[in-house]
């Protein structure tokens, strides 16, 4: 297959949130992707991309396509995260009051990333920026 894909999110752009992953959406539709994978991938990119979007100032989300997996790794320039484990806790959130009010940032990101990729890694330097990488397989 060897499909090679690339997307460019800008923070607080709400208005184009979710792109990313519709278009992934598609594309595996297109390649006919049983219904169950696309669900769990589309969830798991649709919650990086939003991440970005909700806190960082832009992100690069690159997606690669081989016979039997997906991966998606998504590059950001923001705060960083200064404690991933605590982060990847159900509820826990740094989301601004302002994304709050717009009904995001209820702190169930990462653990859905978590719940619906195959394969998760997150490295992040706070005041630079986050790295996850995804993978999941068909």
């Known amino acids: 297959m060897g499909i090679e894909q690339q997307y460019t999110v800008k923070g607080g752009d709400f208005s184009h949130a979710g792109s990313a992953s519709s278009h992934v959406r598609k594309l595996l539709k297109q390649l006919e992707i049983a219904p169950e994978k696309i669900r769990r991938i589309v969830i798991a990119l649709y919650e990086a991309e939003m991440n970005i979007v909700a806190h960082a100032i832009s992100g690069i989300v690159r997606i690669s396509l081989e016979n039997d997996a997906i991966t998606m790794v998504l590059e950001d320039q923001g705060p960083g995260i200064p404690d991933i484990e605590q982060a990847m806790k159900e509820g826990f959130s740094t989301a601004s009051r302002k994304v709050r009010e ?8 990462l653990a859905n990333m978590k719940r619906n990729a195959d394969l998760l890694e997150i490295t992040s330097t706070v005041g630079v920026g986050t790295t996850v990488r995804m993978t999941n397989y068909f």
């Open 102 to 109: 717009m009904g995001f940032g209820a702190g169930m990101g």
